[in-house]
């Protein structure tokens, strides 16, 4: 369901290029929860953002859902991405002046799929925990909830992927317990696929497997020994 082959990132040019990723090659199979791991610096952002197709990769290609998505134009690969992706970052990025439920909403207002959308956001709100804070408005929430909000936007529109780069990085040690627990049941429920950039491994307890990058590579025993 999402391959990744030979995949490199290159920024800037010439004298100032740092070469951020290379020779990245793994594949996920649907409703995989995965981890990618490793030190500051180490690629884990720019790979989510290369798989995010949030940016391109230098060289190299990947597929999601069988459809080479380095042949999309901008315009394809944004409306791509919209409807086969969901977002969650480390920050809840949630719009202030709109209430909880017009956050969650908020993708489907792009897509322009409203109709029912409204119902399914009550649902996943519920899911969440957040079915009494429906109209409250975003700023008035707190950092815990706001993470729960933005988990339930990126998954309004179904998403075949779900990614989230250190969703637990900006919370305390509760709400990133049940933020963890969240992305794990919801994991299982929904047969999404999850993959998660983070800084605290055990956090995460068993997961199916776990990408370790180190100076822009993955190393190798560690994607074995967590295949085993
Ligand atoms: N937009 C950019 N322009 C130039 N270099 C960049 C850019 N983004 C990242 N880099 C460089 O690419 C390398 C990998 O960065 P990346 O942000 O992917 O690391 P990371 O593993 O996510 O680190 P952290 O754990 O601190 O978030 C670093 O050397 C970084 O300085
Ligand atoms: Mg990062």
């Known amino acids: 369901m999402l391959e990744v082959h030979n995949v490199e990132k290159v920024y800037g040019e010439a004298e100032t290029a740092v070469r ?6 793994f594949a996920v199979k649907r409703g995989e929860f995965i981890l990618i791991v490793g030190s500051s610096g180490s690629g884990k952002s720019t790979l989510l953002n290369m798989i995010g197709l949030l940016d391109r ?23 791509f991405r919209n409807s086969k992706l969901g977002f969650i970052f480390q920050f809840s990025n949630l719009l202030s002046d709109l209430t909880v439920l017009e956050n969650v909403l908020l993708p489907r207002r792009i897509q322009g799929t ?9 649902m996943l709100l519920k899911t969440v925990g957040l079915e009494s ?11 815990g909830q706001a993470q729960r909000v933005a988990i339930t936007r990126a998954l309004i529109n179904k998403p075949a992927i779900v990614l989230a780069d250190e969703p637990t990085g900006n919370l305390d040690s509760i709400s990133a317990e049940t933020t963890v627990h969240l992305l794990k049941s919801l994991n299982r429920k929904l047969n999404q696929t999850f993959i998660i950039v983070t800084h605290d491994r ?3 307890g068993d997961v199916d497997k776990i990408i370790t990058i180190k100076d822009g590579r993955i190393v190798e025993g560690e994607l074995e020994a967590s295949m085993a």
């Open 20 to 25: 951020a990723l290379q020779n990245i090659n």
């Open 57 to 79: 990769p230098t060289r190299g290609q990947i597929l999601v859902d069988g459809a080479d998505t380095s042949t999309l134009d901008d315009n394809h690969l944004s409306s």
């Open 114 to 122: 409203l109709d029912g959308a409204t119902e399914e956001a009550r």
């Open 133 to 143: 804070q429906l109209k409250k408005f975003a700023n008035k929430i707190s950092g």
């Open 202 to 204: 055990p956090q995460f």
